[in-house]
């Protein structure tokens, strides 16, 4: 059971949870939001939250470890010239841009650098993104 799930079935907003548990509630949105991997959190934070919630450590890491949790932290954490490519990609989805073909071309590039040259991101991290950003839109665009 995911930590949000635990927070609805007993009534209780994060901010009450951090509260109690003395974790901050940026680090506890972001353990919530996937942007934060549960699995890198330190052993007194999943103790704190274990505690708050009157559940099991291991109850807490759980669900929290299931694909679209990691998934979603794929999108998080990028280096700085990936993420900004990123966004002006996704920007240029949203508002129909007639340069979403150099910003393409700009996205895969940036995620072959990270991957092949820096080494920021694995290759299971750059596949996400490709198969997400690239590869999924022009699947659509072909149907």
């Not at 934070?45 to 109850?59: D, F």
């Not at 590039?109 to 022009?138: C, M, V």
Request: glycine share 6%; with cysteine; aromatic share 8%.
């Amino acid at each position: 059971m995911s930590i949000n799930e635990i927070l609805t079935e007993n009534g209780m907003t994060k901010y009450r949870l951090a509260k109690l548990s003395g974790v901050p509630h940026a680090t506890l949105n972001d353990i919530c939001s996937g942007k934060t991997c549960i699995e890198k959190c330190l052993g007194k934070t999943l103790y704190k939250l274990s505690k708050a919630l009157s559940v099991s450590m291991e109850s807490v890491t759980d669900e929290q470890s299931t694909e679209s949790s990691i998934a979603r932290s794929y999108e998080y954490g990028l280096p700085a010239y990936l993420q900004k490519d990123l966004d002006a990609y996704k920007d240029a989805l949203e508002n129909g841009s007639t340069l979403l073909d150099c910003l393409w071309g700009e996205l895969y590039a940036s995620i072959n650098i990270a991957e092949i040259n820096d080494g920021f991101i694995t290759p299971a991290h750059a596949d996400y993104l490709r198969q997400k950003f690239l590869w999924g839109k022009s699947e659509q665009d072909n149907n």
